[in-house]
Structures are given as structure tokens and as C-alpha cells.
């Protein structure tokens, strides 16, 4: 081998000694990072379960809330999937009679989930949150038709449309007697609203039209 060659082979092979290093390095700092990401988000949940736990045995309300404000309120923060601690704040607000609060938030969450794919599941779980708020003030009409969104969001992400039919008439049974309607009545949009659903022909952008139509077909 010419002295050349043999120069030209031995830096190759410093070069790539160093690179190894350097991935080896990168690959120790990543290590470390999650192990740092994971003691810092175990920290995290740990406080969160406490206070619900301080809560349930008789705590302030609002020192559960003040806890889950520190962690999920800003919902680009976390770098964990804080989602049902954050349906559990907006509960909290409702629970301490902050509704406004408790919707305002709703709101942020539908408009930060609007940029995930496949979302259509948490969208619901956020509209039956909202309907919940709705009926809590007695706002009879919005809380009926926000229902019906939560349901028709539900089946918009399925594979096969679903429509649970008791579990939507026990939850819409006392509203719907509030603006008049009958047992029979809700027996009735019930089976139209299945209809609906599982032929896919009700989207979640028709649902006012469909049941401002279904209120004005019913003088309410």
C-alpha cells in the first residue's frame, strides 16, 4: 500500500471512530433527556392525583383547580397526553360554579384538538362536557342540540356509525321534558336521530338545522 493509500485509510477510519462517538453521545444525551422527561411528568401526575385525592376527602375546590391550572391549563405545555386531566379541570370549574371558565376552556381544547388527525373521539368527549354545562343551566334547546353533536361527532369517527340509544335518552330524558316533550316524543327523535346516524346522513354541520326543524316541527 502506498503511503497515500495508507493515509487516506487511516483518516477513514478516524472519521468514522469520530462519528460513532458522536451518535453514541447523542444517542446518551436523548437517554438522558426522557429519563429526565419521564421522573418530570411522573411528578406531574403524582401532584395531580393527590389533589384529587386531597378533593374527594373534603379539600377547597379551588386548590384542585389551582393544581391542574399549573399543569394543564396551558394546553401546548405538557409533553404528555394530559387530555382527560384536562376534561377534569373543566369539570372542576363547573363544580366551583365557574362555568364560563369551564367553557372558555371547552372551547381552547376543541379549537387545540382541531389540529390532530383522527380527533373525532375527543371532540365528542368535549361536546358531552359542554352539553353537561348546558343542561346544568338549564339552557334546555343548546344543551339538546349539543347532545346530539356529541353523538353524531361519536359516530363520525368510527369505522361503522354507533349510536347508543338508552344511554342518549337517559341523559337527554329531563331536558327534553323541560321544553315539553313526552316519553314518546324522545322515543321518537331517538329512533330518527339512529336513523340519521347510521345511515350517515346527519354531520355534525347539519346538527342546528336538523334540530331547530325538529324544535319548530313541535312549537317549541
Not at 161 to 180: E, H, R
Request: net charge positive; hydrophobic share 40%; glycine share 4%.
Amino acid at each position: 500500500m502506498s503511503l497515500l493509500g495508507a493515509l487516506f485509510g487511516s483518516n477513514k477510519k478516524k472519521a468514522q471512530k469520530a462519528h460513532l462517538a458522536e451518535m453514541d453521545r447523542r444517542i446518551e444525551e436523548m437517554r438522558r433527556e426522557n429519563e429526565r422527561i419521564d421522573k418530570e411528568v411522573n411528578a406531574e401526575i403524582a401532584e395531580l392525583r393527590a389533589a384529587d385525592e386531597e378533593y374527594k376527602n373534603g379539600g377547597d375546590i379551588d386548590k384542585v383547580i389551582s393544581v391542574y391550572e399549573k399543569y394543564v391549563l396551558d394546553l401546548n405545555r405538557p409533553k404528555w397526553n394530559t387530555f382527560n386531566y384536562c376534561l377534569k379541570l373543566a369539570d372542576y370549574y363547573s363544580k366551583a360554579n365557574k362555568d364560563d371558565a369551564a367553557w372558555g376552556y371547552l372551547n381552547k381544547m376543541i379549537l387545540f384538538v382541531a389540529q390532530h388527525p383522527n380527533n373525532c373521539w375527543d371532540v365528542h368527549r368535549i361536546r358531552y362536557a359542554q352539553f353537561k354545562i348546558l343542561k346544568k343551566e338549564k339552557r334546555h334547546k343548546d344543551a339538546f342540540c349539543m347532545l346530539v353533536t356529541s353523538c353524531v361527532v361519536r359516530a363520525e369517527g368510527l369505522p361503522q356509525p354507533y349510536f347508543s340509544k338508552n344511554p342518549f335518552i337517559k341523559d337527554v330524558k329531563s331536558t327534553g321534558k323541560a321544553m315539553g316533550l313526552t316519553d314518546a316524543d324522545i322515543a321518537a327523535f331517538a329512533d330518527q336521530l339512529e336513523a340519521k346516524i347510521m345511515s350517515r346522513s346527519l354531520r355534525e354541520r347539519g346538527v342546528s338545522k336538523f334540530c331547530s326543524d325538529y324544535f319548530a316541527d313541535h312549537g317549541i
